[in-house]
């Protein structure tokens, strides 16, 4: 399982409101979504009216569909009317074959009960389903 990020700073030197922002912001991600299988959400200061910082995020099986994606995804920003793509960086990270690098799932809960198996079988999803959660301490204080 590979995930891609990328983020994304654009310009938008017209904007003389923070609605004048919000226009070319929304078009894009609008834009972008319905196009590319990714998620994108606006991750910089939104107070900014003639900068907009965008985070965007796709998954998939293989690191080269990650890239191809972002790629697509940079030329669209690069291409936006209204706006210019100032800066923009990309990673693609690796978790393992089936997402197997991704702890803190069923992957914690097994390791607990005496370790993984390479192939769950029913009987153990079965088991796990039917533990009794994690209870805290009476003797734990809330410290917030």
Do not use: W
């Not at 907009?52 to 890239?67: D, E, I, K, P």
């Not at 994606?69 to 210019?84: D, F």
């Not at 089936?98 to 803190?104: L, M």
């Amino acid at each position: 399982m590979f995930v891609g990020i990328a983020r994304f700073v654009l310009q938008i030197p017209g904007a003389r409101s923070l609605k004048d922002r919000r226009k070319v912001v929304k078009g894009f991600k609008d834009r972008v979504r319905a196009r590319l299988p990714v998620s994108v959400a606006e991750v910089g200061d939104v107070e900014r009216h003639r900068v907009a910082t965008l985070g965007l995020a796709v998954v998939s099986g293989q690191s080269a569909r990650c890239r191809m994606v972002l790629s697509e995804a940079k030329k669209m920003a690069a291409s936006l009317r209204g706006a210019l793509l100032a800066d923009s960086a990309t990673e693609v990270v690796s978790f393992g074959g089936g997402g197997r690098g991704v702890r803190g799932g069923i992957e914690s809960a097994l390791d607990v009960r005496g370790g993984l198996d390479d192939e769950l079988d029913d009987e153990t999803y079965d088991d796990l389903a039917e533990a009794p959660a994690d209870e805290p301490d009476d003797d734990d204080e809330d410290t917030r």
